[in-house]
Nanobody
Framework: QVQLVESGGGVVQAGGSLRLSCAVS????????MGWFRQAPGKEREFVSR????????DYEDSVKGRFTISRDNAKNTVSLQMNSLKAEDTAVYYC???????????????WGQGTQVTVSS
């Protein structure tokens, strides 16, 4: 069974940075789009970023553009999210997502990690 394991969450002051990492148990995932979603308290899970299998194509939710950078290392089966200039509204549980697709209803994923908490204090 495929496993996605996140790490790197924590507490940071506004304006600070964090780097999230996701280790994927299956090397076959290197051909699939991977991404990150987040869920804040009392809100629905939302798309944050996506990266193509090649690592060339990337998408970002509007509020994180210019602050977050997604990357992947297919040789190590990892996906990362570098988060800079963090704001209080970035506080959420962040989920690594596997096989990310865009549908008419928005971004969706077929595989999920267990989530890692990111708390930004103002």
């Amino acid at each position: 069974q495929v496993q996605l394991v996140e790490s790197g969450g924590g507490v940071v002051q506004a304006g600070g940075s964090l780097r999230l990492s996701c280790a994927v148990s299956e090397s076959a995932f290197s051909i699939y789009d991977m991404g990150w979603f987040r869920q804040a308290p009392g809100k629905e899970r939302e798309f944050v970023s996506r990266i193509s299998g090649s690592g060339i194509e990337k998408d970002y939710e509007d509020s994180v553009k210019g602050r977050f950078t997604i990357s992947r290392d297919n040789a190590k089966n990892t996906v990362s999210l570098q988060m800079n200039s963090l704001k209080a509204e970035d506080t959420a549980v962040y989920y690594c997502a596997g096989v990310v697709v865009r549908t008419g209803a928005g971004w969706r994923a077929y595989y999920w990690g267990q989530g890692t908490q990111v708390t930004v204090s103002s």
